[in-house]
């Protein structure tokens, strides 16, 4: 792996993602090269498809011809499971990755699946169509970094999963508006009607009070899988479980904030100060050290699973 693809894909976390940005830099160095090496594959198809930059943008993203770019992306990647020499350094860095990992071809596959889910307006009538959607954009990579870390067991794997779920709840919630916005809307259809909201209307100022309610029901929903994905910690590596529970820290607390702001929470983006990730750094390194002894419960049957194969 070349030191030019390791700076492309650092400068890509650090702009892309402050949060996981912090978390990485708790890996090992081996894990946080290929943790970093595949957060740029992803945030790059992302941005592809959004018409985005690092994340940014999105309001004014050209997303025309979405189809085309999607399939851009789709080809490139069987490439470069093929073996093809990569130019792209997002596409590089996913075949360096996938090669020292041997993760399966079809869980990147999966990812840009959710992508789909976007380019062609899916819509979602209850909280499992959501998660399956959050699955594809979010839990598929809990799996793929569940790899670089070294899990190779399904219980392992649910649980890395469980947390992308968590993941996706929360950045749905905190979006809600900014999705809205620009048609896209990952709340259930039912929830909608309940409380008399059209999905075209969500971002509509009149409708604060009910995406308080949304927006709680979200993170409540994911709590869940964040204590599910605190299970998984044990089966990792010290440092690993460091940054994988500081990265559970930091993104449960945005969710938490965004249910304490209720119809407020959309004014500006909610987001961690650098105190809250110095408090959830030193929260997390206990988190960790405790996972050391005592047994693992079982993952609740109740939650949403996975597909398997």
């Not at 360096?96 to 976007?118: C, K, N, S």
């Not at 059209?198 to 509509?204: H, P």
């Not at 204590?227 to 529970?245: D, Q, V």
Request: proline share 3%; hydrophobic share 45%; glycine share 8%.
């Amino acid at each position: 792996m070349s030191e030019a693809l390791l700076a492309h894909a650092t400068r890509s976390i650090e702009l892309g993602s402050k949060s996981f940005a912090t978390a990485a830099r708790l890996f090992d160095p081996s894990t946080r090269r290929s943790a970093v090496l595949l957060y740029a594959w992803c945030r790059h198809c992302d941005d592809v498809v959004d018409g985005q930059q690092h994340g940014f943008g999105q309001g004014g993203g050209d997303r025309g011809d979405g189809a085309r770019r999607l399939q851009a992306l789709v080809d490139a990647t069987r490439r470069a499971y093929a073996g093809e020499a990569m130019a792209d350094p997002a596409f590089a860095a996913l075949q360096a990755v996938a090669a020292a990992h041997t993760i399966p071809e079809r869980f990147p596959l999966a990812h840009l699946d959710g992508f789909a889910m976007d380019v062609r307006g899916a819509r979602y009538r209850t909280l499992d169509d959501t998660l399956a959607y959050c699955y594809r954009v979010a839990g598929v990579v809990g799996l793929m970094m569940a790899m670089v870390m070294g899990a190779r067991d399904e219980a392992t794997l649910d649980r890395a999963c469980d947390l992308g779920l968590a993941f996706q709840l929360t950045n749905i919630a905190r979006d809600l508006v900014e999705d809205a916005a620009i048609g896209r809307c990952y709340l259930p259809g039912e929830w909608l009607d309940e409380l008399g909201v059209s999905r075209e209307a969500v971002a509509d100022p009149r409708h604060r009070e009910a995406l308080a309610v949304f927006a709680a029901r979200l993170v409540d929903a994911a709590e869940p899988y964040y204590a599910s994905a605190r299970g998984g910690l044990a089966a990792l590596p010290l440092r690993s479980a460091w940054a994988i529970a500081t990265a559970r820290g930091v993104y449960r607390q945005i969710g938490v904030k965004v249910k304490a702001r209720g119809a407020r929470a959309w004014d500006a983006r909610v987001a961690t100060t650098r105190a809250d990730k110095l408090r959830l750094l030193a929260v997390a390194a206990g988190t960790a050290l405790a996972s050391r002894a005592g047994s693992r419960d079982a993952r609740p049957a109740t939650l949403w699973q996975r597909p398997r194969g």
